[in-house]
Structures are given as C-alpha cells and as structure tokens.
C-alpha cells in the first residue's frame, strides 16, 4: 500500500520537483478536495474518477458485544466513483 510518504515521492520524481514541494502540491490537492467536499460540492477528475458526499440517513444499529440495541446518528460520508480510465487500468489483462 502506498501511503503518503511514497505519493510524495512518487510526485516529485515524475515532476521534477524536490520533495518540499511535491509535498506541498499534494497538501494543496488534499485541502482543495477536502474543501469542496465539506461544501457539498463534487469533485471530478478526468482520468481517475469523482469525489462526492453521501448523506447516512439515522439508524438503530446492534452492538456486538452487548447486542443491545444503539442509536446511529445521520452523518455525511465522502464517496468515490473510479472514472472509466481508471477502471479500464484496473481491468487491463496481462498478456
């Protein structure tokens, strides 16, 4: 799995950037997302896919060790969808 570490790394070899910089680009990517997500915008990016925000209705839920019955309040959840290139990547056969 690749974590953030290696995303930089990965950012600033392929852009020619040092790694403060590419950090920086991915912070700024991050914080432009997350932004536009908190405002119930979506987010599409052509070639990977798009970033939307689910609302969970309440519900009563069990739990596990109790099995008592809880109560689960409504939230908003973000959501990816993969866009067809990326799901065309993924499903590429290896010949």
Partial sequence: MAGKAEIVDA???D???SKKDATAALEAVINTISGSLKKGD???????GIFSVA???ARTGINPQTKAKIKIAASKA???KAG???KELLNKKKR
């Fill in 11 to 13: 950012i600033a070899n």
């Fill in 15 to 17: 852009a020619g950037l």
């Fill in 42 to 48: 979506r987010v599409a990016i052509p070639g990977l």
């Fill in 55 to 57: 609302d969970r209705k």
């Fill in 78 to 80: 973000a959501k990816f």
């Fill in 84 to 86: 067809k290139e990326l």
